[in-house]
């Protein structure tokens, strides 16, 4: 199976919450990111964390990290129209930045 | 400031060809990986390069070349091209090679092969 996973598509109401979850299955993962990618573009690298953290905040974005599950989430709050896009969740083991991506979650957000 | 560019944005060539693809990182960053993206799938890491040096290579075969100058700049070079090389190309430029920095994208490369 593949080392990261994630759903292919999610769709939300603009203004509620998303949230978007990410499994992986390497334990020795030290950091763990979420990308965003809109149509035409490159990779924007959202946020990371750590893997000896268990949540991070950083305005509308939260990103929770379950390590005995090797489970990841991004939430994102009052979600607006100019979210969407394509979400990569990416681990990365070891010192080098070398990081494995998962498929990309759609995320599209409707009025 | 400028951020990473590559070029050229968009790229048509014949099986069985060469194609050379170019990056420059962003003002003072010394690392250049990149990734190979198909249409509905994640990046898929190909080389790190850093103070010139290769880092890391990914899953690719040997057709797949790269080089890092002295101004940090990196060249992707593939040969003998397959169809299957369609792709986007992206180069990502970060101050160091360490696994908790941040890595800026390029807009990318698309490459057609037919």
């Known amino acids: 199976g593949e080392d990261v996973e994630q759903s292919l598509f999610l769709s939300v109401r603009e203004g509620d919450s998303s949230v978007i979850n990410c499994t992986y299955t390497d334990s020795s993962s030290t950091y763990l990111y979420w990308y965003k990618q809109e149509p035409g573009a490159g990779l924007q690298l959202l946020t990371y964390i750590f893997s000896n953290m268990d949540m991070k905040q950083d305005q509308r974005l939260t990103v929770l990290l379950n390590k005995k599950d090797k489970h990841l989430s991004l939430r994102i709050a009052d979600t607006q129209t100019g979210d969407s896009a394509i979400y990569f969740c990416?681990?990365?083991?070891?010192?080098?930045?070398?990081?494995?991506f998962g498929r990309g979650t759609s995320l599209i957000v409707h009025p | 400031d400028a951020g990473v560019t590559q070029s050229p944005t968009h790229l048509i060539k014949t099986r069985g060809q060469h194609v050379t693809l170019r990056c420059s990182p962003i003002?003072?960053?010394?690392?250049v990986s990149w990734y190979q993206q198909v249409l509905g799938q994640g990046p898929q890491f190909i080389f790190q390069y850093y103070e010139k040096e290769e880092r890391g290579r990914g899953n690719f075969p040997d057709r797949f070349s790269a080089r890092q100058f002295p101004n940090y700049s990196s060249e992707l070079n593939v040969n003998a091209l397959l169809l299957g090389d369609s792709a986007l190309y992206l180069c990502?430029?970060?101050?160091?090679?360490?696994?908790?920095?941040?890595?800026?994208f390029g807009q990318g490369t698309r490459l057609t092969v037919v």
């Open positions: 990502a430029s970060s101050p160091g090679s360490g696994g908790g920095t941040e890595a800026f």
């Open positions: 990416a681990e990365n083991t070891g010192g080098s930045y070398i990081p494995t």
């Open positions: 003002s003072g960053h010394k690392s």
